[in-house]
């Protein structure tokens, strides 16, 4: 009898956040792996574009016409119901129910959930939707399920949150390969009005991102003969963290926001290095993202960003602002001597492949009852 296996894709909506970039490229080589070996699959989504080429049956999540109605403009909430009132119902038909993101409902025993960070329990007022979601539906789920986490920092972190046995959790780390993208030469010199040479620094959105320690830094570096650029999206901590930057006249730093792949990797290629000074990672893709043009990072001691990038990044305490001024300045003198050091970049992007993660969870899936 062919082994049944409902993929709960839930996060699956047509927005390029991280989880559904992870979603994405894991299921692009995991359900090759599952028509190999002839598994009859499902995935319930909100959106199946990027999939759709797969020979496997598709289905639009729905709970109820009224609803679907009711909630339709929240998804965050549509998306909960589905999963606590309809995934539970649908699952038992299933041999497995495999989620890439946290996102699980309760009554399954045959669950795999993906854990990427807890970041809502470390920072509760970055959203505190997300912050009750996880301090009170995600341990009743995640209790009798398997668990991915994607990073040894992530899996200490659960343990440490939720106490749960550690042999329930494996870690496997996120891929990279699909960052390897060649860059469209384009005339972009005289865009935004950007002044060379400059540092990039990526992520901009919630305060755990902490770019007010970046500002104060560069305000106490004083060296205008550089430029920094910050992009992220326009949420309230995006305008609060211009507004910061404009009082302190830090005439030497432009906020970039929506930018498009294109652009974002002529940053990448014409930055001098890429900064990233977040207090909380489950893992950390801009320091990847730059390694792929041959660019360094300055990264944060400590979380999942130690663990990644031990010997192919700059570290500063993310906690001290000057400790990161002075970071910045000695990699200034060695751009301006031409000795910027050698961290082993090709070697960094090696270590993470989308194959080796995707074939880890289908062993993974195989050992499920």
């Not at 959790?169 to 950007?194: P, R, V």
């Not at 801009?286 to 990644?308: F, R, W």
Request: overall charge positive.
């Amino acid at each position: 009898m062919k082994k049944k296996i409902l993929i709960n894709a839930s996060i699956l909506c047509g927005k390029q956040i991280g989880v559904e970039v992870y979603s994405n490229e894991v299921l692009k080589r995991l359900l090759p792996l599952m028509i190999e070996n002839k598994y009859e699959v499902e995935i319930y989504a909100y959106n199946t574009d990027s999939l759709i080429h797969f020979d496997v049956a598709f289905k639009k999540i729905s709970i109820s016409p009224f609803l679907d109605k009711l909630l339709f403009r929240n998804l965050s909430i549509h998306r909960i119901f589905w999963n606590l009132i309809k995934l539970p119902s649908i699952s038992k038909f299933y041999d497995v129910v495999y989620s890439p993101s946290t996102h699980g409902a309760l009554r399954i025993n045959n669950q795999i959930i993906t854990v990427h960070d807890l970041i809502s329990l470390n920072f509760p007022f970055n959203d505190f939707f997300q912050f009750a979601y996880f301090k009170t539906l995600v341990p009743l789920f995640l209790k009798k399920s398997k668990i991915i986490a994607i990073s040894s920092f992530t899996k200490k972190s659960i343990l440490k949150s939720y106490r749960f046995k550690e042999n329930q959790i494996s870690t496997i780390y996120n891929g990279s390969d699909h960052l390897n993208f060649d860059l469209n030469e384009k005339n972009f010199n005289d865009i935004h009005g950007i002044k060379q040479p400059f540092f990039l620094s990526v992520g901009l959105s919630l305060p755990h991102k902490n770019v007010e320690r970046l500002l104060e830094a560069i305000k106490k570096n004083g060296n205008s003969n550089y430029s920094f650029v910050i992009v992220g999206r326009k949420t309230d901590y995006f305008k609060k963290m211009k507004e910061y930057a404009f009082k302190m006249n830090l005439k030497n730093v432009m906020f970039l926001d929506n930018v498009n792949d294109e652009y974002l990797k002529f940053l990448y290629s014409k930055c001098i290095a890429n900064i990233y000074l977040s207090l909380h990672e489950g893992f950390g893709f801009p320091p990847l993202e730059a390694a792929y043009y041959g660019k360094i990072s300055i990264v944060s001691k400590g979380t999942a960003l130690s663990e990644i990038y031990e010997g192919h990044a700059i570290f500063a305490d993310p906690y001290d602002v000057d400790n990161i001024k002075d970071v910045i300045e000695e990699l200034i003198i060695n751009f301006e001597n031409s000795d910027l050091p050698n961290l082993h970049l090709s070697k960094l992007l090696l270590k993470f492949s989308w194959d080796d993660t995707s074939k880890k969870i289908f062993d993974l899936i195989l050992k499920q009852n």
